[in-house]
């Protein structure tokens, strides 16, 4: 996340063909050219079909209110802005003692975290303990310059890659993953304010990002929620594919320790963040046949390493069972990904 000023993929993704960006979706979007040009065209045209006859008037009938068959109306990107609203009723994120946030649905635990400390002294060891993983990885960025700069506005293209989707053919299952996306960017958002813990370049000059530092805190990492929240997801779409997107969503989070951004325990607490908010998230769509989510609860510490395959000693999961069941505009986003999914074959 630059920021999270926008989202500069989402008014582009230059280069996957067939997106030109959430304010178009050529073909399918908001629709068409508003130039000048194009706009006093239509009115001359229009002009010349209509004649002097008058309008035909054909309305509707009304639908229910606040009824899911109306999501096949709008545009994609009023489909997200209302199904965020939906998925953010509710949440609540409670402090608990001096460093601990406990992220909520309906007084339900979907997520704990724990900031370094709780002493200063505590604070301060695991803050430069965690610098010195992050000098330490900075050899690695010549390597994963081109990863790092094209993973600035997030994941989804790698991770779109490892399910083996395309956005002209797959975009109603696109359009669901980035809901995921930007559900767990601000739930993320919102948590680094509560815990406001420095960016590593805020603890040493000598850190020398070669890229922007964004403009908040450091835990948890942003990219690290959003792309393992996304890979759950999809790999609930997409089963058989769970090991590339897992993979490919630590590499994502792992590059911004190399870049210099994160450190470890930032990504370690997305990740425990992300994945709980992608149960959580699917939950809301499609139900569950065991657990509604598992509410993870991470507590940060000076010598974690976010290893690939190895949970954190202080992560603990807890099955959550009573929770509010799906919501009928999700569950249509839902069935809309698989339904394209399954017509594949």
């Known amino acids: 996340m630059s920021g999270n000023t926008g989202w500069t993929g989402w008014t582009g993704w230059t280069g996957w063909t067939g997106w030109t960006g959430w304010t178009g979706w050529t073909g399918a979007g908001a629709g068409g050219s508003n ?7 239509i009115i001359i045209h229009g002009g010349a079909i209509n004649g002097s006859q008058p309008w035909t008037v054909v309305p509707p009938l009304p639908l229910p ?20 609203v939906e998925l953010l009723r509710g949440l609540d994120f409670t402090p608990e003692g001096t460093g601990t946030i406990a992220v909520k649905a309906a007084n339900l635990v979907i997520a704990k975290l724990t900031r370094p400390g709780p002493t200063n002294a505590d604070w301060t060891a695991c803050l430069i303990a965690q610098l010195r993983k992050v000098e330490g990885m900075a050899s690695e960025r010549a390597t994963r310059l081109p990863e790092i700069q094209a993973q600035l506005d997030g994941g989804l293209p790698f991770l779109m890659s490892a399910a083996h989707l395309q956005p002209g053919r797959h975009r109603a299952a696109l359009e669901l993953v980035d809901l995921a996306a930007g559900f767990a960017s601000l739930v993320c958002q919102r948590t680094k304010h509560a815990l406001n813990v420095p960016r590593p370049a805020s603890m040493s000059p000598l850190v020398l990002p070669p890229i ?32 590339p997107l897992w ?10 320790t190399v870049a210099g951004l994160h450190y470890p325990i930032d990504s370690e607490a997305g990740r425990a963040l992300g994945r709980s908010l992608g149960e959580y998230f699917v939950h809301r769509c499609a139900g569950s046949a065991g657990p509604a989510w598992f509410a993870r609860e991470y507590s940060a510490s000076a010598g974690d390493e976010f290893a690939l395959a190895t949970p954190p000693v202080t992560l603990v999961q807890t099955a959550v069972d009573a929770a509010p069941g799906p919501v009928p505009m999700l569950a249509w986003l839902w069935q809309q990904a698989t339904n394209g999914l399954a017509a594949e074959g």
């Open 65 to 84: 209110l606040d009824n899911e068959a109306a999501f096949s109306k709008w545009s994609a990107a009023v489909r997200r802005n209302v199904a965020l």
């Open 35 to 41: 130039d000048l040009m194009t706009a006093q065209a």
């Open 212 to 243: 922007p530092t964004p403009e908040h805190g450091a835990f948890p990492s942003g990219h690290a929620t959003e792309s393992f929240a996304m890979a759950y997801v999809l790999g609930k779409l997409r089963p058989g594919y769970e090991t």
């Open 247 to 256: 993979r490919a969503a630590h590499r994502i989070a792992a590059n911004r």
